[in-house]
């Protein structure tokens, strides 16, 4: 009724997050603010995205290969500068390092340590864009540890356990900000006619079991031979279907609520398959795991991986604890019992 409406729309990100922490420290309104820099920048990139087709210098309506390629790109920087921006002059992150930047960014005026880097991709699956399909943005929170004088950022090579909080954002037919800090996955939509995101579930549970399995069976035959047979075997039980929509965010977030599996194996030419680990894997695997479910490599959770270099890449296979263990079962070359 009302009151229960009027109890939601006032449970903003912010005010959640200080909730969640449980206390009112200056650690606490530090990630609180932070959380509601992330919501502002994607407040203003799907404003951003519903004008896309609209706006001359974002994408293209031409579709010519040049235009697109270049649109494309300009809606992925463009995004990029948008949590650039949200950033500056906060004093809560000094650092900033993506999948659009070959080396992190510094914020002179929030560094030398300014707390907290953020690791993102700003447009996940923009190639969904100029066909007007789902993409998100995911998202990062580390600690900086030291003053990273080098700018080599190596204090950001420890594994995913080392991350204060992560979630996404999701472009879809409504947009939604899916976000934990270590308590649980919470899920906010943004309510257009005030511009605020606002609390839809707590405490988001993965079912242990779904029926999606999403994958790009257009690689089949770049697969190891264990994967094939776990694709064969799911092709003869009953009760699954194929969902695969080109944006990790939208595939994930269908499995976060409905339960399944999202696989991006290793391939013949690319044995660490596509994914990035410190901006796409293991902030969706913080998130997957504090909702209950797994998220693997194959040989190692994600979450204990130790990254080589910045923009290091794993296979990820993701989602409901039993399907998770089913892929396993084929990776160790076995059958599944009954
Ligand atoms: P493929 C988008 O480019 C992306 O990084 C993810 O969002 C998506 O899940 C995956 O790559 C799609 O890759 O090779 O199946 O087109």
């Known amino acids: 009724d009302q009151e229960i409406a009027l109890g939601r729309d006032f449970t903003t990100l912010s005010r959640h ?21 992330i919501g502002l920048a994607g407040k203003m990139v799907s404003r951003h995205l519903s004008r896309a ?14 235009v697109q390629g270049e649109a494309v790109k300009k809606m992925d920087q463009y995004a990029n500068r948008i949590f650039i921006r949200a950033f500056e002059q906060s004093g809560l992150v000094c650092r900033l390092a993506s999948e659009e930047m070959e080396k992190p960014y510094y914020l002179p005026e929030n560094c030398p340590i300014g707390r907290y880097t953020l690791l993102f991709d700003p447009i996940d699956g923009s190639s969904n864009i100029d066909a007007n399909l789902a993409v998100g943005s995911i998202f990062s929170v580390r600690q900086q540890e030291g003053l ?9 090579l420890q594994n995913g356990h080392k991350q204060i909080a992560a979630g996404y954002i999701l472009y879809g037919s409504s947009t939604m900000l899916v976000y934990s800090i270590g308590k649980g996955v919470h899920s906010f939509t943004l309510d257009p006619s005030f511009g605020e995101f606002v609390l839809s579930q707590e405490h988001v549970r993965i079912p242990s079991h779904g029926p999606t399995y999403s994958i790009n069976e257009g690689n089949f035959w770049q697969w ?3 994967i094939r047979e776990y ?13 695969y929509s080109g944006a990790l965010v939208a595939d994930i977030h269908r499995i976060l609520f409905q339960g399944g599996i999202f696989l991006y194996p290793g391939m013949v030419g690319h044995l660490d398959g596509k994914l990035r680990l410190l901006y ?10 504090q909702a209950g479910g797994r998220a693997t490599t194959g040989k190692q959770e994600v979450l204990d991986v130790v990254p080589q270099k910045l923009h290091s890449r794993t296979p990820l296979f993701i989602g409901s604890s039993e399907d998770v263990a089913l892929v396993e079962t084929f990776l160790r070359g076995e059958k599944p019992t009954g």
């Open 148 to 156: 990273d004088e080098s700018g080599e950022a190596l204090d950001l």
């Open 53 to 66: 087709g609209l706006v001359e210098d974002a994408l293209g309506v031409t579709g010519e290969v040049n």
């Open 224 to 226: 190891e031979d264990n």
């Open 231 to 243: 694709v064969r075997y799911i092709h003869r039980q009953p009760g699954y279907s194929a969902r």
């Open 17 to 37: 997050v200080l909730s969640h922490l449980g206390s009112y420290s200056a650690d606490a309104y530090d990630l609180s603010a932070l959380m509601s820099r």
């Open 280 to 289: 796409e894997s293991a902030p969706l695997a913080f998130l997957v795991t």
